[in-house]
Nanobody, 122 residues
């Protein structure tokens, strides 16, 4: 599985962005999807995850109520809708896939895409 995140950009605080994660390969629908982010000078951080069938989702506390993760297995794609963005959301965002839903550890994911930069201005 190859993954590519896109949709990042510059947005003012309070604005919204929708990140996409496009996958190639036949195994997309068989893997959970996780979103991570890495701010400059900081470690990579788990943001959200969605199960194989999309019925279960999991978020870190700081994005609950603002971010929504979803997937469309027919399109081999996953999404991260980000609303009410804050300057502290500024980071490079990555999508990843792994067999075990809900892992908050990078080691829980087998496939990673290149990140997309999200910059939130105050």
């Amino acid at each position: 599985v190859q993954l590519q995140a896109s949709g990042g950009g510059l947005v003012q605080a309070g604005g919204s962005l929708r990140l996409s994660c496009a996958a190639s390969g036949r195994a997309f629908s068989g893997y959970a999807v996780g979103w991570f982010r890495q701010a400059a000078g900081k470690e990579r951080e788990f943001v959200a995850a969605i199960s194989v069938n999309g019925r279960s989702t999991h978020y870190i506390d700081s994005v609950k109520g603002r971010f929504t993760v979803s997937r469309d297995n027919a399109k081999n794609a996953a999404y991260l809708q980000m609303n009410s963005l804050k300057p502290e959301d500024t980071a490079v965002y990555f999508c990843a896939q792994g067999l075990n839903y809900g892992s908050e550890r990078s080691l829980g994911y087998d496939y990673w895409g290149q990140g997309t930069l999200v910059t939130v201005s105050s």
